[in-house]
């Protein structure tokens, strides 16, 4: 059975960083992109980051840029989240996600940033 299960989030004032973890299971991710989507209340759902093992290649939204670093244990089967210089404007419920054509979504760990 396909797992992504995201931890890491919680309550955090703007500036401030929080990690977010994605454990996969149920698949080898050696060869297939995971990544972040977040969704913020009232707004759409969008990209934040993926990486790719294929490649090595890694993706961020220009409103991460410079402050989201996403990296990989493969040994723990764990996508990570580093997110630095938080705004509020991060604050959403953030998935992790299988695939460049989605298929498996985690529940989603909700990161709210106050001011």
């Known amino acids: 059975e396909v797992q992504l299960v995201e931890s890491g989030g919680g309550l955090v004032q703007a500036g401030g960083s929080l990690r977010l973890s994605c454990a996969v299971s149920?698949?080898?991710?050696?060869?297939?992109?995971i990544g972040w989507f977040r969704q913020a209340p009232g707004k759409e759902r969008e990209g934040v980051s993926c990486t790719s093992s294929e490649d090595g290649r890694t993706d961020y939204a220009d409103s991460v840029k410079g402050r989201f670093t996403i990296s990989t244990d493969y040994a723990k089967k764990t996508v990570y989240l580093q997110m630095n210089s938080l705004k509020p404007e991060d604050t959403a419920l953030y998935y992790c996600v299988r695939g460049v054509v989605v298929d498996y979504w985690g529940q989603g760990t909700q990161v709210i940033v106050s001011s």
């Open positions: 149920g698949f080898t991710f050696d060869d297939i992109a």
